[in-house]
């Protein structure tokens, strides 16, 4: 990549940056009470939660990761992405119950809906923003330690530079402007998500004249080399890479077909912003958005994947060292206008996720966990504690994503598992029936605390759940049949013990 | 169509859907456990579109089955075909997509989202009505007064 390319992208990004602070920095005269700085409740029409809860949605593992998966595996993965109508699924499923309690007290986060379903159960709440907190801060780390490490590499900074740049920037507008703030710039880097997603998207026919020729040559490749850096790399293709399991075993596809799709209702990233839209009847076209927004951006990593396999497999470039590298092999093929996209699509999805779950961790620690122990600040005073607390969390992240490889490596196992391990028992199964008890749900959590903690050792220490099932679908089921089978023998906080106003809400 | 009274039924059902579909990827069943994965979005979304326990027909004709019978249809000939054209380059493709994935392409991806979620933009009024917000809403106005 020539000088003039990396300071196009650094101009690119940084107006990103400084239109995104300028978001945020609007933002921070609507972030008046409570509820709107840590929930931004009842704010936005449906365009907008759509795109934010999109861009939140999809990290930068959904634009570096996936493709790179793709031309390592094949379709797999394709599964995962292909998820849109997972939007309207889970808005179908809980999306009104969420959005009423709104209606029944002042909500500012999921810990407050909990506390109306199971009368202010302390245990509850604990554990349910301790498990949240875990996966928070694993996504939250994840984006930092990439996205620092991406950029520093591309202009030959020290990390802890471009770190403190982009998240440093997004630490103070997420701090000034809290929830109402991150709703809008997630908004705007949803937007360009979507927008770089297009471009790529017709890049990928100009490569390669569509899938029929992406097909071909992934059945006929067979084995691809070339020497890299005086290494030879080799690429081994297979036919059973297009077909639609791909070429990891079935059991994985069903897994990355089920656990995203279902689990997209259990996303905090999904369920806050329920409640953040202004008008309950909206959200079947907030359902239609998110959908088309996804689909884009689904559509987008397909498209980078099957453009590397296709160069690779036709020999117009060497196989890939590093499988990561797909969509920066593809871009740089391309040319200038698509490695300005692909970046910008990139800083655009750390930033977005990081901010949702850097407002998710500091409510958490600010608010939802010093509730839980008894601990109950007011109106401002509060704000301006979370404030505080997000510019900890922030620099705290930022110094330990950039020094702690391998820790993050292994956070990073937590995520869309851990986070629906939590809110299944607590939500899902809470919001739609009266049959769930405080202890069953409190059981639950504990399942699933331990479940995430335990199977992250064992990961660890190398062990393989039976037929290569990925650990968090165990950790999923355990919880939930916990929370059913201790609510079925208990009685707190269940059937006519229910809250009227939650009861209400449950008949809706 | 009451399902109200059925709800429990329904979350054991559902908690045996998870137990079941958790043992098919341990015992290599994992295309029985994508079948079974259809049944238990279906009954998720049951629970969350009844209004007063009530489910309106329309909505679970369309867009739920409609969406569960269009994501089997593209299960079975995914799977068909990708038996058929295992280890060995397809003879035919379908929109360029190798037969086994169009499928995925078009009913699970497409699919789902035509059904799903232009059904559900269809029928919102059969989801939430604009009486029973209301109705809510003031129900909520009259607790909180109350001093609930």
Excluded at chain 1, 33 to 38: E, K, L, R, T
Excluded at chain 1, 81 to 94: E, K, N, T
Excluded at chain 1, 429 to 455: C, D, H, P, R, Y
Aim: charged share 10%; with cysteine; proline share 3%.
């Amino acid at each position: 990549m020539t000088d003039s390319v990396k300071w196009l992208i650094l101009l690119f990004s940084f107006g990103m940056i400084v239109v995104s602070f300028l978001i945020g920095w609007a933002a921070k005269k609507k972030a008046s009470d409570a509820q709107s700085f840590f929930g931004g409740t009842a704010l936005f029409g449906p365009l907008t939660v759509s795109l934010s809860t999109v861009a939140a949605v999809a990290s930068a593992f959904a634009v570096v990761g996936v493709p790179g998966l793709i031309y390592s595996t094949g379709n797999t993965m394709n599964l995962w992405m292909l998820s849109s109508c997972a939007f309207a699924m889970a808005y179908m499923a809980i999306g009104k119950r969420i959005r009423a309690m709104a209606e029944v007290a002042p909500i500012a986060s999921l810990g407050d809906i909990a506390d109306l379903r199971y009368g202010y159960h302390r245990g509850i709440k604990a554990l349910l923003s301790l498990v949240l907190f875990i996966g928070a801060i694993a996504y939250l780390a994840s984006q930092i330690s990439a996205c620092s490490a991406l950029f520093a590499h591309l202009l030959g900074w020290d990390p802890y530079v471009a770190g403190f740049i982009i998240f440093g920037i997004l630490t103070v507008y997420t701090s000034l402007s809290g929830e109402v703030g991150g709703v809008l710039t997630q908004a705007f880097q949803g937007f360009i998500m979507v927008l770089a997603g297009l471009i790529m998207i017709i890049a990928f026919f100009f490569i390669t004249g569509g899938f029929s020729g992406v097909v071909d040559i992934v059945s006929s490749a067979g084995s691809v080399s070339a020497v890299v850096d005086g290494k030879e790399i080799v690429k081994q293709f297979t036919p059973n890479a297009m077909n639609a399991w791909g070429a990891l075993p079935g059991s994985i596809a069903m897994a990355w077909m089920v656990i995203p799709i279902i689990g997209t209702m259990g996303q905090p990233q999904v369920l806050t912003r329920m409640y953040a839209l202004k008008n309950p009847k909206d959200m079947p076209s907030l359902g239609l958005y998110a959908g088309l927004g996804h689909f884009v951006v689904g559509f987008f990593a397909l498209t980078m994947g099957y453009a590397a396999l296709y160069l690779v497999g036709k020999g117009l470039i060497s196989p890939l060292a590093v499988a990561d590298n797909a969509i920066f092999a593809v871009a740089d093929y391309v040319g200038v206008y698509a490695q300005l996209f692909v970046y910008a699509a990139i800083l655009a999805a750390s930033m977005s996720t990081a901010s949702m779950f850097l407002t998710l961790s500091a409510n958490i620690l600010s608010r939802d966990l010093p509730n839980a122990f008894g601990l109950r600040l007011e109106g401002k005073k509060q704000m301006n504690v979370s404030r505080g607390i997000t510019v900890v969390i922030g620099i705290v992240s930022i110094l330990f994503a950039l020094s702690s490889g391998e820790a993050v490596a292994i956070l990073g196992t937590f995520g869309w598992g851990t986070l629906m391990s939590a809110t299944f028992p607590t939500f899902i199964l809470g919001l739609n029936w009266k049959g769930a008890s405080s202890e069953g749900v409190f059981a639950g959590l504990i399942t699933a605390f331990v479940g995430n903690i335990g199977s992250l050792w064992l990961n660890n220490h190398g062990f393989v759940w039976p037929g290569g099932l990925p650990w968090y679908v165990n950790v999923i089921t355990a919880s939930i049949v916990v929370t059913v089978i201790v609510s079925l023998v208990t009685k707190s906080n269940k059937e006519t013990q229910i809250d009227p106003r939650v009861d209400a809400v449950i008949d809706l | 169509m009451e399902i109200g009274q059925y709800k429990t039924q329904m979350v054991l059902l559902i908690t045996g859907l998870w137990v079941a579909i958790t043992l098919c990827g341990w015992f290599g069943h994992w295309y029985i456990g994508l079948h079974l994965s259809v049944v238990l979005m279906l009954l998720h979304m049951m629970m969350g579109a009844a209004q007063n326990g009530k489910l309106d027909r329309k909505l679970l004709v369309y867009p739920m089955l409609t969406w569960a019978v269009v994501w089997i249809i593209g299960f079975v000939l995914a799977k068909q075909n990708s038996d058929a054209f295992l280890n060995m380059a397809p003879t035919y493709k379908i929109f360029g997509f190798h037969p086994s994935f169009a499928w995925i392409i078009l009913c699970y991806w497409i699919g789902g989202v035509l059904t799903l979620t232009i059904g559900f933009v269809k029928y919102k009024n059969l989801w939430l009505s604009d009486e029973a917000w209301d109705r809510f809403t003031e129900k909520m106005k009259q607790f909180n007064k109350g001093g609930q």
